[in-house]
């Protein structure tokens, strides 16, 4: 999408995967003019230079991952992929199937405030689950 559909304070409230492979982020914008809901598979500047947005795989179920560290300053949104079989839970670094702060069914999101993506855990009931995470 070209820059000039969007207003200059659009931020992405709602971050979804693509269909075609389930990992690719896709941002949900709504146009506050139209109120109509826009889709991109980019991050356009207005939401600033240091947005973030990758996705991670828990390996082993039982065995919690750490986050790579990107600064934030709104916090991030973190997505269970549609294509997920098991549940993800997120939390701090004793997050696990009984403690957590999130329990994400696939296709799920939760969001967070907070200064660094490092600062979360996640784990898994199934191997070789994934994260979608959206940050700026």
Do not use: H, W
Request: hydrophobic share 40%; net charge negative.
């Amino acid at each position: 999408m070209s820059e000039n559909k969007y207003t200059t304070n659009n931020n992405p409230t709602l971050a979804a995967v693509s269909n075609a492979d389930g990992e690719t982020p896709v941002y949900l914008l709504a146009d506050i003019t139209t109120g109509r809901l826009l889709t991109d598979t980019t991050i356009t500047s207005s939401v600033g230079s240091n947005a973030v947005a990758f996705v991670t795989t828990v390996t082993t179920a039982g065995v919690r991952v750490q986050l790579a560290s990107n600064v934030l300053s709104n916090g991030i949104i973190i997505q269970a992929p549609s294509t997920n079989t098991g549940i993800i839970y997120v939390g701090d670094a004793t997050v696990s199937a009984t403690v957590y702060g999130a329990e994400l069914q696939p296709g799920q999101s939760t969001s967070f405030a907070g200064s660094n993506t490092n600062l979360i855990y996640v784990d898994t009931s199934v191997s070789a689950s994934k994260v979608s995470v959206l940050g700026n």
